[in-house]
C-alpha cells in the first residue's frame, strides 16, 4: 500500500521531500485504566496512590525513553484531532473520526504522563497550518499520521524491556492500526494490501515529523490573521 493508492491526496504541503511516500509504506481503544491494567500491578499501584514519579522510577532508562517517545507522538496526533474538532469544519464520516480518535488519542496522552510522571516530555506546541479545515486535507495527514504511528509502535517494540510496558505498547499498536484502517477506508484506500507491515525508527519517525512544519517550540502567529492558530 501506498499513498499513490489514495485518490486525490496530494502531500505536497505535508510531505515536503517525500520522505513519507518512501518510508510509510514500510501507534489505539485504550482507556487510562485499561493501559495502567497492561503496565502491572506495580506500576498501577504507584499511580493510584499519587506517585507517578515511583512508577517510572521502576522502568528501564531505555522503556522511559520510549514511552516518551511515544508520548512525542500521542501529543501530536491529540492536537491534531483536538483541533479538528475544535475547528467545526468537518462533517459525516471524517468528523466523526476526528471526534472518536481524538478521545482516544487524549486518553493516550493521560495514560502515559501518568505512568511517567515527572519523566515526561513537555507538550510541545502545534500549528497544522489549515489543514484542520477541509476534509481532504483533514484526511490525508490523518492517514499519514496514523500510518505513521503504527509502524512507529511497531519499530520499538523489540527495544522494550518490560514485558508489562510490551503488552501495553502492543495494546496502542493495534489500535493506532485499526485507527489506520478506518482513516484509509474513509479516503477510499484499502485498509491493507500486504500481508507484512514493516517498522520505523525513532531517527526516521522523528525526521518525517520535523519535515511536517506542524511542530514548534513556541506558538507561532500571523499578522494576517484576527486570532492565533491553535497550538494544541
Do not use: C
Not at 130 to 155: C, M, N, Q
Not at 160 to 188: D, T
Amino acid at each position: 500500500m501506498t499513498f499513490r493508492d489514495i485518490p486525490d491526496l496530494a502531500l505536497d504541503e505535508l510531505d515536503k521531500d517525500g520522505a513519507i511516500r518512501e518510508a510509510l509504506d514500510r501507534l489505539p481503544r485504550s482507556s487510562r485504566s485499561g493501559f495502567l491494567k497492561a503496565v502491572g500491578g506495580g506500576l498501577a499501584t504507584a499511580i493510584a496512590l499519587g506517585r507517578p514519579p515511583a512508577a517510572a522510577a521502576a522502568l528501564s532508562r531505555g522503556d522511559i525513553a520510549i514511552l516518551n517517545y511515544a508520548l512525542t507522538l500521542e501529543y501530536l496526533q491529540d492536537a491534531f484531532y483536538t483541533e479538528a474538532e475544535r475547528k467545526k469544519a468537518l462533517s459525516g464520516p471524517a468528523a466523526q473520526m476526528a471526534r472518536v480518535v481524538g478521545a482516544v488519542e487524549r486518553a493516550h496522552v493521560k495514560a502515559l504522563r501518568d505512568v511517567l510522571g515527572r519523566r515526561a516530555v513537555a507538550r510541545p506546541f502545534f500549528d497544522f497550518r489549515g489543514v484542520t479545515e477541509k476534509a481532504p486535507s483533514f484526511i490525508r495527514t490523518a492517514v499519514a499520521f496514523e500510518d505513521l504511528g503504527t509502524a512507529a509502535y511497531k519499530g520499538q517494540a523489540h527495544k522494550i524491556e518490560s514485558p508489562q510496558v510490551l503488552a501495553a505498547a502492543i495494546g496502542i499498536h493495534s489500535v493506532e492500526a485499526r485507527h489506520a484502517a478506518w482513516i484509509r477506508y474513509i479516503a477510499g484506500s484499502r485498509p491493507a494490501a500486504d500481508p507484512f507491515d514493516q517498522g520505523l525508527s525513532q531517527a526516521a519517525t522523528l525526521r518525517l515529523v520535523r519535515n511536517t512544519g506542524f511542530v514548534g517550540r513556541r506558538p507561532r502567529t500571523r499578522a494576517k490573521r484576527k486570532k492565533p492558530p491553535f497550538t494544541g
